[in-house]
């Protein structure tokens, strides 16, 4: 009987501290984790920013971004984050390729809020041609099919 108590004395305590290691160490809080650029013009600046602070008690380290393809870079922060400050993921799309695109930037950190530290970002929308008409936009009416 005193072994059985005493192993669940011990697990209780190796529980209460890997809960306790949960709740500190950094933390990542992103505004947003998906930016919407809506409708581009084909070769209008691509550049966006995901903005993310850190919640937690500890430094946080983003250690790599890497994104879907290689019509999107991101650039991570080089220095840790501290506690409380707040940083940037700045992400470029190559808007020379029209259409719509979706693509993903996978952060990897040592956040302790995320599931292994990894967290993923989403970027959206759709380039367009100016200088070209699109049959498939349902925004453009032409003034020859308008009904009256």
Known sequence: MKKVITFLLLLTGFW??????????????FKETTIDYGEINKGAD???VFEFTNTGNAPLVINRV???????IAERPQKPIMPGETA????????????PFRKTVTVYS????VPNGVII???KGRVIDPNKVDLNRKKETSPVFQTR
Do not use: W
């Not at 940037?88 to 259409?99: A, L």
């Open 110 to 113: 040592n956040a302790t809020n």
């Open 46 to 48: 691509g550049y966006r």
């Open 88 to 99: 940037r993921i700045r992400v470029h799309y190559n808007t020379n390729h029209i259409g």
């Open 16 to 29: 209460g501290i890997a809960q306790q290691s949960q709740a500190n160490g950094p933390k990542i809080e």
């Open 121 to 123: 970002l989403k970027i």
């Open 66 to 72: 890497k994104s879907s393809c290689g019509c999107t």
